[in-house]
Each structure stands twice: as structure tokens, then as C-alpha cells.
């Protein structure tokens, strides 16, 4: 993993024509059909993954705001404020992270990241975290600070908006597999699919173990015309839970140069693993890599 440095001169954000390149063959896979996937963690050395994607989005509501910076929420390993801060650092534009956790405990190597990019912590107990969601509260942080609000993990309409431009890539596909959290990435792969009218199956690993609100709620956004299904076996019963299974997976991967992430992506791979097993696959399959590398430094890997 690469140490924190500078992030570069800038971000000009996605561009479309460069996607396809980095799509390339799964290595090693038993498979009758053909699988690709998608590395969006080569998208940027640090805005990297579906957060570039969803970040992305937030760009025009925030410079049309007015705000003088972004603020977002977080855990102490987060894919999203460690893009966030990055994101940050690269456009100027001051950044501040509701951390859960305690300023007195050493920081993780992806908090260490987003202060050494500048990134303002603020760190809030389990209580005060929970607090998250709610507008008044966000109204308050907004106005502390002169600062755009950003939902955790780049949620909601805004974070949608980009992952249409991922729809294209499934046209010569017949199905896509993406891991799935809050669902934001899915939403917004699925309306750009309807939209452009592309027929590919989607197919979401759920990363989250329990299926709360948040979670209905984005399934019942799904555009009614799209197949999809979410698989609920692969997240090993608690969000970030490794086995000796997945490190296992994780482990031939890497020697296959194709690294995974343990909260996510290896759970993708894990549940793909699983069906062609029980379902011999003769289709063309697009795997989405979603980033989160960095989180791998939470691990011993
Ligand atoms: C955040 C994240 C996801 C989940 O994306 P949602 O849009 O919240 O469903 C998937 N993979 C990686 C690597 C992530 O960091």
C-alpha cells in the first residue's frame, strides 16, 4: 500500500472514455463462460473505487452552495473519508470528518492519511455518531463550520447521479456483480441501466449483515424493470468479519495480482466463487471492483 503523499495536482474527475480500459479477465476462475472485472481501484491512486463515483456527484451541489467546506462522517477506517480527504487535498477545498471514535486512541493509518491531506478530525462518541442522519443536526455541523454536508458513505441522490456512467460498461454483459452497502452504487448502476435501456442482470453481494431501513429502502428505489437480486450469504454475519475462508481468498488473489479488500470486495469474489460452484456459469459476467484497498492496513494482510 502506498504511503500517504501528495495526491497531485488536481482531480478533473471521471472520464467515461477512460473506463474501459480498465476492465480485464478475472485470472483462475473454473468458469464456462467469460468474466471480467471492472477495476475501479486503479481509477486514482486515492480517489479511487465507487467513492470516486459518488463523491463526484456531491462536486456541483457543493460549489453551488457556497460553502467553504465539505463535511462528512465516518468510521476510523473508512473508504469514504480516506477518497473524501484526498478528494480534498486535490481541489483545495477544505475538509472536515465526523470521526466515531476517540480522539485519545491512536489513529488509524487511514486517518493518519486524511490529516497528513489536511483533513480536519473531529471525533464523536458512539452516541453522538448515531446523531448522524439527522437534518437538524447536519443543519448545525453545516452552519459550525460553513460546510456543504456530505451523508455517510456518500449516500443519496447526489452519490447516485455518477454510477450511471457505469451502465455502459454492462452493455456486452449478461450479468454485473457489485458488493453492496448502502446500496447507493447499485441504485445508480441500475437507473443508468433502465435509462439506457442495457439488459444485464444485477447481481448485489450485501456487505452489510443486518438489513436495516437504509437498506430496504434503497431496494425498494429499484427500478422495477431491471432484474436484480441481492445475495445475503457472503458477509459472514457482521460487516468488516473476516473467516479463514475469505483471507484464504484473498491471499490467491493477490498471488493471482488481482487484490481485494476484505469488508468488500473479497465478499463479492467469495459469493461469486460460491455460485459458479453450484451453478455452472455460461455467461458473460462483469465484476465490479469497488476500491477500498487502503481498509486492507486494518488487517493483518
Ligand atoms: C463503500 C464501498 C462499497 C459500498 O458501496 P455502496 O454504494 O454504499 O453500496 C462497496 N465497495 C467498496 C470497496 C466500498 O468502499
Redesign the pocket.
Known amino acids: 500500500m502506498p504511503a500517504a503523499d501528495d495526491t497531485g495536482a488536481g482531480w478533473s474527475g471521471i472520464d467515461p472514455a477512460e473506463l474501459a480500459a480498465l476492465i480485464e479477465p478475472v485470472p483462475g476462475l473454473p468458469s464456462r463462460g467469460h468474466v471480467d472485472i471492472l477495476r475501479l481501484d486503479r481509477l486514482h491512486p486515492h480517489i479511487s473505487?465507487?467513492?470516486a463515483f459518488?463523491l463526484a456527484g456531491f462536486l456541483p451541489r457543493f460549489r453551488a452552495s457556497g460553502r467553504r467546506a465539505l463535511l462528512s462522517f465516518g468510521g476510523p477506517y473508512s473508504?469514504?473519508l480516506h477518497a473524501l480527504a484526498a478528494l480534498g487535498q486535490a481541489l483545495n477545498i477544505p475538509v472536515i470528518a465526523l470521526v466515531r471514535g476517540y480522539a485519545h486512541l491512536p489513529l488509524t493509518a487511514t486517518l493518519q492519511d486524511c490529516q497528513s491531506w489536511g483533513t480536519e478530525l473531529v471525533f464523536a462518541d458512539k452516541k453522538t455518531y448515531a446523531q448522524r442522519y439527522d437534518p437538524q443536526w447536519q443543519q448545525e455541523l453545516a452552519q459550525h463550520y460553513d460546510a456543504f454536508v456530505i451523508p455517510e458513505?456518500g449516500?443519496g441522490d447526489a452519490g447516485e447521479q455518477e454510477c450511471r456512467q457505469l451502465a455502459p460498461l454492462c452493455a456486452d454483459y449478461d450479468q454485473v456483480w457489485l458488493?453492496?452497502?448502502?446500496?447507493?452504487?447499485?441504485l445508480g448502476l441500475a437507473k443508468g441501466l433502465q435509462e439506457q435501456r442495457i439488459d444485464c442482470e444485477l447481481v448485489g453481494v450485501n456487505?452489510v449483515a443486518d438489513q436495516g431501513e437504509r437498506q430496504r429502502a434503497w431496494q425498494q428505489a429499484m427500478p422495477a424493470d431491471i432484474r436484480w437480486r441481492l445475495l445475503d450469504d457472503a458477509h459472514l454475519g457482521a460487516f468488516g468479519r473476516t473467516s479463514p475462508e475469505l483471507l484464504a481468498l484473498i491471499e490467491r488473489y493477490d498471488h493471482q495480482h488481482l487484490p481485494l479488500?476484505p469488508?468488500?470486495?473479497a465478499k463479492l469474489l467469495l459469493a461469486f466463487e460460491r455460485e459458479l460452484v453450484t451453478e455452472p456459469l455460461n455467461a458473460r459476467v462483469l465484476l465490479i471492483h469497488?476500491?477500498?484497498l487502503q481498509g486492507r492496513r486494518g488487517y493483518s494482510l
Open positions: 473505487g465507487n467513492k459518488k473508504n469514504h458513505g449516500a458488493a453492496v452497502g448502502s446500496g447507493t452504487t447499485a456487505a479488500d469488508v468488500y470486495t469497488s476500491g477500498g
